[in-house]
Antibody
Framework: QLQLQESGPGLVKPSETLSLSCTVSGGSISRSSYYWGWIRQPPGKGLEWIGSIYYTGTAYYNPPLKRRVTISVDTSKNQLSLTLTSVTAADTAVYYC????????????WGQGTLVTVSS | EIVMTQSPATLSVSPGERATLSCRASQSVSNNLAWYQQRPGQAPRLLVYGASTRATGIPARFSGSGSGTEFTLTISSLQSEDFAVYYCQQYNDWPSWTFGQGTKVEIK
């Protein structure tokens, strides 16, 4: 059974950089036909796609966040990572990693999510 | 950006009754539409993709329909575990996927 697990600091100061990792178990991140993405959800609000990456390193980002986001992949660790720079309170959210296929981009496996609060 | 609008924001339904949730796209997304269920404190769970294909393990009481700009998720007979928030997502506009704001299905 494929499992995804997010990890990282739960508190980040304004203007600093948010860094999260997602470890994939029960399957290889290098499997073709799948992308690995990040989605976030501010408390009490809806879902926002941040970006996705293929195991080769090809990444796509949501245009409004593109300037501040970097997603990378480490196939040796079966992990993907998220970096978001210059954070503000508006970046406070639960951050999820999830898998989607290259043929249809619905998200079929999700991590449990990790809450990141931006506050001084 | 394609804007996804869900209605109603909240739907009050009695157990055993039928629930009909709507999702409208600001421009055509063909059938590139998915539905998710999110229970409190949990990650979203994929219910339907391709507008009408149930995901693995999803009960038959969940059904999706529509194409273009108008979509519907129907829950034929609500069970206690179905009271949750439901989101639609379009994946036609690559790479700029968007979600609706959600419909909360609550016990009447």
């Amino acid at each position: 059974q494929l499992q995804l697990q997010e990890s990282g600091p739960g508190l980040v100061k304004p203007s600093e950089t948010l860094s999260l990792s997602c470890t994939v178990s029960g399957g290889s991140i290098s499997r073709s036909s799948y992308y690995w993405g990040w989605i976030r959800q501010p408390p009490g609000k809806g879902l926002e796609w941040i970006g996705s990456i293929y195991y080769t390193g090809t990444a796509y980002y949501n245009p409004p966040l593109k300037r501040r986001v970097t997603i990378s992949v480490d196939t040796s660790k079966n992990q993907l990572s998220l970096t978001l720079t210059s954070v503000t309170a508006a970046d406070t959210a639960v951050y999820y990693c999830a898998r989607h296929s290259t043929s249809g981009s619905h998200f079929d496996y999700w991590g449990q999510g990790t809450l990141v609060t931006v506050s001084s | 950006e394609i804007v996804m609008t869900q209605s109603p924001a909240t739907l009050s339904v009695s157990p055993g009754e039928r629930a009909t949730l709507s999702c409208r796209a600001s421009q055509s997304v063909s059938n590139n539409l998915a539905w998710y269920q999110q229970r409190p404190g949990q990650a979203p769970r994929l219910l339907v993709y391709g507008a009408s294909t149930r995901a693995t393990g999803i009960p038959a009481r969940f059904s999706g329909s529509g194409s273009g700009t108008e979509f519907t998720l129907t829950i034929s007979s609500l069970q206690s575990e179905d009271f949750a928030v439901y989101y639609c997502q379009q994946y036609n506009d690559w790479p700029s996927w968007t979600f609706g704001q959600g419909t909360k299905v609550e016990i009447k």
